[in-house]
T-cell receptor, first 115, second 114 residues
């Protein structure tokens, strides 16, 4: 079974600084997707960014970017110019791109923004 | 456009009681999901419906049943609640079941079983 590991239960960053959240995953598949979801205090899960394993270029969405290292099975999220609204739990997730494969989540990293 | 809605937002049950969590989406999505979120464990899939008329077990289906009432609605039923089912429950939907489709989540239901 696929597993997703987030080894940093908590992280903090000064407002306007850059922070990187780590994620590793275990799979024998070559075709899959990786996701970062944000869960603010409101509890609503929101997709931050998505990466397709076959695309070599790292995905970016405004201040959010990823460092996708396929051989190392690593998928980190970089948040630049951190803002107070970025405070949330961040979940890394994996999904193989075939059949009835489900979305597998990591255990999350709680990000605190220090004003 | 409300997205994914869930009712109720909070519920307290006694052991052995039953209840149904309701979920509806207005995005014309084909696939719907029920997850539970426990501290330190991320989200785990309970049941899913890849398309209207189908339902399948996820990672932790024991103690739950689901009904895909129509394309919009997907309910989760606890027949005899147990304290181990204390959790936050999320419903989600996606356009298709395929790998890269974004899942859109509801606001969650916090359930406490005493």
């Amino acid at each position: 079974a696929q597993t997703v590991t987030q080894s940093q239960p908590e992280m903090s960053v000064q407002e306007a600084e850059t922070v990187t959240l780590s994620c590793t995953y275990d799979t024998s598949e070559s075709d899959y997707y990786l996701f970062w979801y944000k869960q603010p205090p409101s509890r609503q899960m929101i997709l931050v960014i998505r990466q397709e394993a076959y695309k070599q270029q790292n995905a970016t969405e405004n201040r959010f970017s990823v460092n996708f290292q396929k051989a190392a099975k690593s998928f980190s999220l970089k948040i630049s110019d951190s803002q107070l609204g970025d405070a949330a739990m961040y979940f890394c997730a994996y999904r193989a791109n075939f059949g009835n494969e489900k979305l597998t989540f990591g255990t999350g990293t709680r990000l605190t923004i220090i004003p | 456009n409300a997205g994914v809605t869930q009712t109720p937002k909070f519920q307290v049950l006694k052991t052995g009681q039953s209840m149904t969590l309701q979920c509806a989406q207005d995005m014309n999505h084909n696939s719907m999901y029920w997850y539970r979120q426990d501290p330190g464990m991320g989200l785990r899939l309970i049941y899913y419906s890849a398309s209207e008329g189908t339902t399948d077990k996820g990672e932790v289906p024991n103690g739950y049943n689901v009904s895909r009432l129509n394309k919009r609605e997907f309910s989760l039923r606890l027949e005899s609640a147990a304290p181990s089912q204390t959790s936050v429950y999320f419903c989600a939907s996606s356009p298709l079941f395929a790998g890269g489709n974004e899942q859109y989540f509801g606001p969650g239901t916090r359930l406490t079983v005493t």
